[in-house]
């Protein structure tokens, strides 16, 4: 199995108001996230506004992903449906387009029973031949995946990473405790990215890495250093933009950070709407303040 680590920014995906996939404007963001150091890129993650993207949509921005990367880091593109077919199906396309990993999530609209959880995860496991990262995020997800499905799932060959975006980081523990080497984990943006890597984590997959590239491939390599009082204490410093992204509309939080850099992304999807000149005010002054 391939081996992921270090800062996988989420990528936004920046949409004209008439539909169209800003290709340009995303190829630079992506090569100018690499050339900041970045280990991998995930398009179609929370921040890529998944849920509010058709299926051209979104295999623009897949594709424009990893023209863009032309190998140089892998690419993890974010799968998501209330369907298995589905997931499955988009699955399928990804691997095609030619992404490194997948990573997969559940949208649930009616509960589900933990043996429905985890054969939706199996199944898009079973239908590639590349890495599966499993995303869990119970702010946003009907159906969480509980510790005993995680187990399990851990026990499928392609299923080698998890994201936990649960802000319980004795969770993690947990996992990491029930599942040893077999699923690897990431801090999502919830947790704080130098105590998850303290406990045994491989990097951060989050929104703000986007916005804080150096920065993020910084606190990665004081980690993975031992150099543990300059990571906190750079930790201390980014976790202005953790709140904010907290706080705020993902989406619009980062395509606002971003704008502020110079990047044509638009706003936010509607019905999301951008943020106000107040919250963008507190946006720019965490970021004038990590320059």
């Known amino acids: 199995m391939s081996e992921f680590h270090g800062a996988f920014p989420y990528l936004v995906s920046p949409i004209d108001a008439d539909g169209t996939v800003r290709t340009n404007v995303l190829a630079k963001l992506c090569d100018d996230l690499i050339g900041a150091g970045v280990h991998g890129l995930t398009p179609l993650g929370s921040t890529g506004e998944f849920a509010y993207l058709n299926a051209a949509q979104r295999t623009a921005v897949v594709q424009t992903t990893i023209e863009a990367a032309q190998g140089r880091v892998p690419v993890i593109a974010g799968v998501a449906s209330t369907a298995t077919a589905d997931a499955v199906a988009q699955a399928k396309a990804y691997q095609k387009c030619g992404v490194d ?20 995860f199996r199944a898009i496991a079973d239908a590639v031949d590349i890495p599966v990262v499993i995303y869990t995020n119970p702010q946003f997800q009907r159906s969480d995946l509980t510790l005993d499905v995680i187990a399990r799932l851990a026990e499928h060959p392609r299923i080698g990473y998890i994201k936990d975006a649960s802000t319980n980081t004795g969770r993690l523990l947990s996992i990491m405790n029930r599942c040893g080497d077999a699923l690897r984990v990431f801090s999502a943006s919830a947790h704080i990215p130098a105590a998850v890597m303290l406990i045994g984590g491989r990097g951060w997959m989050a929104g703000p890495a986007c916005i804080i590239p150096r920065q993020s491939v910084m606190l990665y390599d004081l980690c993975t250093a031992g150099r543990w009082d300059e990571a906190m204490a750079l930790q201390r410093r980014l976790w202005r933009i953790n709140e904010a992204f907290a706080r705020f509309n993902l989406a619009a939080c980062i395509k606002a950070g971003l704008a502020i850099q110079g990047y044509d992304v638009g706003g936010p999807i509607p019905p999301q709407a951008p943020l106000t000149a107040d919250a963008r005010k507190i946006v720019e002054t965490a970021l004038r303040e990590l320059t």
């Open 101 to 120: 990993g997948i990573l997969a999530i559940l949208e649930a609209y009616f509960p589900l029973a933990d043996a429905q959880v985890a054969s939706y």
